[in-house]
């Protein structure tokens, strides 16, 4: 994740909670990086970015990334990142480049105005991903293709040197309600950068504030469907499901068996409760965490140690592989 605003439910949901998951289903190794090399590709405040850098640790740490499991680092602070994505940079044709959507649609109509670092922002996460020979990735839809670009580069680098020394990594798929929408707009992925907070649920809202939200959320004057079809067409009512969904890890199947034939005025109380129960121990230990930095820092300089001595040899072993004198 990087560190930019505050994380909201969408990233708990769509990401975390599914990482947790992985950690704890008995994953060989998980590393977590907080990727700050890469929010640096768009306009950010430089004054906040160490100290988003230490919440977004404290997230995952309250979200359940354990420290005795899994590794949590610092991008910057693993300098085989930067120095891979220069050695794949130039294996990676422009033209996949081109063809990258999400490009599109952060440089907008302004893309000759847009930097480098943008541009090639996939082949840093290439680098992200190969640099610790990753096997298995949990990505979101909207993170696929640029994946699928790390293959590439695995199977070029592996064909060019005539090697078979990167794994092609797997997607992960996210459980339910892996997109998660904006509350006032459920056909706009909910977003740390929306104007209005009223859109989102942040990691660092109250109970009180997570209750205001939901009621104000967006929905239609009908009941709710007795089965998923009943769902199409109503983007709101479907996000609100999906969350419900992903918070009680059931399907949507199994909330509308529960709930279907019923307003929304019976509904939206059980999701503010079971809201409320799963986020508020996330929001508390975030809290308790931020008021001791120091604490942070110690573990994230522990586990970015652990992550470069992990990285490094792999880098060292590409550049024997590419011919450099060493």
Same mark, same amino acid.
């Given at each position: 994740?990087?560190?930019?605003?505050?994380?909201?439910?969408?990233?708990?949901?769509?990401?975390? &909670?599914?990482?947790?998951?992985?950690?704890?289903?008995?994953?060989?190794?998980?590393?977590?990086?907080?990727?700050?090399?890469?929010?640096?590709?768009?306009?950010?405040?430089?004054?906040?970015?160490?100290?988003?850098?230490?919440?977004?640790?404290? *997230?995952?740490?309250?979200?359940?990334?354990?420290?005795? &499991?899994? $590794?949590?680092?610092?991008?910057?602070?693993?300098?085989?990142?930067?120095?891979?994505?220069?050695?794949?940079?130039?294996m990676t044709?422009?033209?996949?480049?081109?063809?990258? $959507?999400?490009?599109?649609?952060?440089?907008?109509?302004?893309?000759?105005?847009?930097?480098?670092?943008?541009?090639?922002?996939?082949?840093?996460?290439?680098?992200?991903?190969?640099?610790?020979?990753?096997?298995?990735?949990?990505?979101?839809?909207?993170?696929?293709?640029?994946?699928?670009?790390?293959?590439?580069?695995?199977?070029?680098?592996?064909?060019?040197?005539?090697?078979?020394?990167?794994?092609?990594?797997?997607?992960?798929?996210?459980?339910?309600?892996?997109?998660?929408?904006?509350?006032?707009?459920?056909?706009?992925?909910?977003?740390?950068?929306? /104007?209005?907070?009223?859109?989102?649920?942040?990691? $660092?809202?109250?109970?009180?504030?997570? *209750?205001?939200?939901?009621? &104000?959320?967006? $929905?239609?004057?009908?009941?709710?469907?007795?089965?998923?079809?009943?769902?199409?067409?109503?983007a709101e009512?479907?996000?609100?499901?999906?969350?419900?969904?992903?918070?009680?890890?059931?399907?949507?199947?199994?909330?509308? &068996?529960?709930?279907?034939?019923?307003?929304?005025?019976?509904?939206?109380?059980?999701?503010?409760?079971?809201?409320?129960?799963?986020?508020?121990?996330?929001?508390?230990?975030?809290?308790?965490?931020?008021?001791?930095?120091?604490?942070?820092?110690?573990?994230?300089?522990?586990?970015?140690?652990?992550?470069?001595?992990?990285?490094?040899?792999?880098?060292? /072993?590409?550049?024997?592989?590419?011919?450099?004198w060493k």
């Amino acid at each position: 994740m990087q560190p930019t605003n505050q994380l909201h439910l969408g990233n708990y949901l769509g990401a975390l &909670k599914n990482w947790v998951n992985l950690q704890n289903q008995g994953a060989d190794m998980c590393l977590y990086g907080v990727v700050d090399l890469h929010a640096i590709t768009v306009s950010y405040d430089r004054d906040a970015l160490a100290q988003s850098t230490r919440e977004i640790a404290a *997230a995952y740490i309250a979200g359940g990334i354990d420290l005795n &499991k899994s $590794t949590l680092f610092v991008q910057s602070a693993v300098p085989a990142h930067s120095k891979l994505n220069w050695l794949f940079a130039t294996m990676t044709q422009m033209g996949k480049l081109d063809r990258m $959507t999400q490009f599109k649609d952060k440089a907008g109509k302004n893309t000759e105005r847009a930097g480098l670092g943008l541009y090639a922002y996939p082949v840093l996460m290439a680098a992200d991903i190969l640099v610790y020979k990753a096997t298995h990735v949990p990505v979101g839809d909207d993170q696929r293709q640029h994946l699928e670009l790390a293959r590439e580069i695995a199977s070029t680098f592996n064909h060019r040197y005539d090697v078979d020394f990167f794994p092609l990594p797997e997607t992960i798929s996210a459980g339910p309600a892996t997109r998660v929408m904006s509350l006032r707009d459920g056909t706009q992925k909910m977003s740390k950068s929306a /104007e209005s907070d009223m859109t989102r649920i942040n990691l $660092t809202d109250d109970a009180d504030l997570i *209750a205001k939200k939901i009621k &104000k959320a967006k $929905t239609d004057p009908e009941a709710l469907p007795e089965n998923e079809d009943g769902l199409e067409g109503r983007a709101e009512a479907s996000n609100l499901v999906g969350i419900y969904a992903s918070l009680s890890d059931q399907s949507k199947a199994d909330v509308l &068996k529960e709930f279907g034939g019923k307003q929304f005025s019976e509904f939206k109380p059980a999701l503010i409760e079971l809201s409320v129960e799963k986020l508020a121990p996330i929001t508390t230990e975030m809290s308790k965490l931020l008021d001791d930095p120091a604490q942070i820092d110690k573990a994230l300089k522990e586990g970015s140690e652990k992550a470069s001595s992990i990285a490094e040899p792999v880098y060292q /072993e590409v550049l024997d592989i590419m011919g450099f004198w060493k």
